[in-house]
């Protein structure tokens, strides 16, 4: 089964950072597409970010300029470096991972973001 194992959350105060790391149990070059999403109670899940395979990117209208999604394939490992952060981006993140034919999620890191 592949795992895909969240770390980095916690606590941040207003226009403060974290980083989000989301550790792979085999290459992430075998997943063309690896991604951050997050959902806070009571909202729908969004995107966060993606990454290709060939490290294309994209971000959500509400991310965009303060997140950047990374990969270290090395390390089986996709980043999330979140900077300015507001109470708004409170939410559990969770990793996701897309081969061919599967679809796999991490079970979430919890973001909160608060004075």
């Known amino acids: 089964q592949v795992q895909l194992v969240e770390s980095g ?7 403060g950072s974290l ?10 070059n075998t997943f063309y597409l690896m991604g951050w999403y997050r959902q806070a109670p009571g909202k729908q899940r969004e ?7 060939s490290s294309i990117t994209n971000y959500g209208d509400s991310v965009k300029g303060r997140f950047t999604i990374s990969r270290d394939n090395a390390n089986n490992t996709v980043w999330l470096q979140m ?12 990793c996701n991972a897309r081969s061919r034919f599967y679809m796999y999620w991490g079970r979430g890191t919890q973001v909160t973001v608060s004075s």
Do not use: H
Request: with cysteine; net charge positive; proline share 3%.
């Open 47 to 53: 995107l966060v970010a993606t990454i290709t395979s």
């Open 83 to 94: 900077k300015r952060l507001n109470t708004e981006d409170t939410a559990i993140y969770s």
């Open 19 to 28: 980083n989000l790391s989301c550790a792979a149990s085999r290459s992430i």
């Open 9 to 15: 959350g916690g606590l941040a105060q207003p226009g």
